[in-house]
């Protein structure tokens, strides 16, 4: 987002005019109304001081989110616990199934052993890494069990992708149809990165906030093109719930 109407957003969530802010400042609201129009830029001393009265770092201010070193990983990465808690959880449910050792230990372990294969890829998803030169993405397979021995095996699909080779990044939010009351499943929130040979859609964490619009301005330094037609970076610098922004007016 630009720097113009993130210092605009800013004045409007803490309630000023620009002429309480510029009275603050010790400047001109003529002043103010140029830097939200993106005709000037406000002086370093301007700037912190718009910072401690926002009480937002200088990145949050500029940028849109606190800055996060490289490299930054968005989603969950496979680690050891993750699938222990999977097994433990599986291990209690079966054991509730088999009556706590009413039923045969073949019984117990054929349904443990069988559940396993299918519980653990639900628990584990794609990730992708921000690297200072690329995009780093690991995939699993759509297989139940090509998933599961790449889980075993620590081995997902690793794709890098260059900044230089990306032709254009679009922000994409779409409601997800539920059919049951139980469909606790997220929104599609997606990065869609499109190169020369291919498009990869790349599901956002829910903290979207802590790092998608200063992602999207360093994209744009690399001189990437970024799309957000729905405005959804605008949505979570003003600290907007992407959920009920685009679920309101919409019947439960």
Known sequence: MLLAALLKTRRCQQGLTQAQLAAKLFVTT????????????????????????????????????????KPYIVGRRLSFGRLLGLGLFWLVVC??????GYQPWWLFLMLYVGGLIVVVPVGINDYWVIQPATIE???????????FRQIVCNRPKRQLIHYADLQRVTISYRRRQRLSPFDFNPDYFQLILTTNEQTYQLECAMKASDYLPQFVSYLQRQGVTVADPQQIVGLLVA????YQHFHAGVQS
Not at 137 to 147: D, E, N
């Open 30 to 69: 003529q002043a103010v109304s140029k830097w939200e129009r993106g005709k000037a830029v406000p002086s370093i001393d301007n700037l912190l001081a718009l910072s401690d009265l926002y009480n937002v770092s200088l990145d949050e201010l500029v940028r849109g989110s606190a800055f996060f070193s």
């Open 95 to 100: 054991l509730i199934f088999t009556g706590f």
């Open 137 to 147: 993405v690991h995939m699993y397979a759509a297989s139940t069990l090509s998933k």
């Open 239 to 242: 600290g907007k719930s992407l």
